[in-house]
């Protein structure tokens, strides 16, 4: 599809508006896809509808670009060669499911730019961590049994194909574990893309239990990253980590946090009320955030909120 309305110029990259100020990410797209109906019961979650229907997944990157996000984060989270060979789906038509998360989302910005949506507009391409492959819960405890070259060899061959897709940035995303960023900090070398790294956390600590000085600490050197925070974690954990990762690594900080509920692996539902508000976010950027968004939970409402804020404020 093509556009009457101009694309943002060539040289408007990520990395620019990042050192220029603010930049809003989407929120949740399990929850936007619920939301429109889909039933995402399944060990692949949004994943599953890359095969079956993947107009929905645009359709959902779509409403988050329409209501004020400049970032949508591709519906690959839960997407490897293992898990949906588990499925039967060969490594052919894996790789071409994986690579279709990131054209879905760069259609759903061709789309948002054909209604009018002049700003720049970016696509990540989601890589979660290995815990979420297994769908049982520990992608939110790390500590897997795996050495850091087995993570490495279960992450690079993903992170090839999604780089080879072209999207703007790699977002190693929800790492529970300080030995998983390390090995997914070794596998994104060479790509040619950069990356950003968001750990899952709890309080002051990954959930692994690392202090997060140490784990950030992995990030500082590696010229592949262009950001470092945290995501899928409690609102009220994110300042303190925002504080944290922009002092010991000194690059821009990413954050999206969920609405506050918690997450039951094993009945697979969520519990609790949203403590998430967009006044928040203000002062995470006034830490050092300068990529702003929303994990589970947390619509194109509330990111449409973020975006009002951060523009008016």
Not at 91 to 110: I, Y
């Amino acid at each position: 599809m093509t556009s009457d309305i101009p694309a943002p110029p060539a040289e408007t990259s990520l990395i620019t508006a990042l050192a220029a100020g603010a930049v809003v990410l989407d929120g949740g797209m399990s929850n936007q896809l619920e939301s429109a109906g889909h039933d995402l019961s399944d060990e692949l979650w949004s994943a599953r509808l890359l095969a079956e229907q993947p107009e929905a997944i645009t359709q959902a990157h779509l409403a988050y670009f329409e209501a004020g996000a400049n970032v949508a984060i591709t519906s690959s989270y839960q997407a490897t060669f293992e898990g949906f060979a588990k499925r039967g789906i060969d490594h052919a038509e894996a790789a071409r499911l994986l690579a279709l998360s990131v054209e879905l989302a760069q259609e759903a910005a061709r789309q948002a730019r054909d209604k009018g949506l002049a700003r720049p507009l970016w696509v990540a391409a989601s890589v979660g961590p290995y815990g979420a492959m297994l769908a049982d819960g520990s992608e939110y405890r790390g500590r897997y049994g795996l050495s850091i070259a087995e993570l490495e060899r279960f992450h690079r061959p993903r992170l090839e194909v999604l780089a080879a897709a072209a999207p703007d940035v790699l977002a190693l995303e929800t790492v529970p574990d300080a030995d998983e960023a390390e090995a997914l900090l070794r596998a994104v070398r060479g790509l040619g893309v950069p990356a950003w790294l968001s750990y899952s956390i709890a309080g002051d600590r990954t959930r692994a239990g690392q202090p997060l000085d140490e784990a950030f600490a992995l990030a500082a050197e590696t010229d592949e990253v262009i950001a470092v925070g945290v995501n899928c974690c409690a609102p009220e954990d994110v300042e303190a980590a925002v504080i944290t990762a922009s002092r010991v690594t000194g690059k821009p900080v990413v954050v999206y946090p969920n609405s506050g509920e918690v997450w039951d692996a094993e009945a697979r539902t969520w519990n609790g009320r949203s403590t998430f508000t967009a006044e928040q976010v203000l002062g995470w950027r006034e830490s050092g955030a300068h990529l702003i968004g929303g994990c589970c939970r947390v619509g194109p409402e509330a990111v449409a909120s973020i975006a009002r804020t951060l523009t008016s404020a």
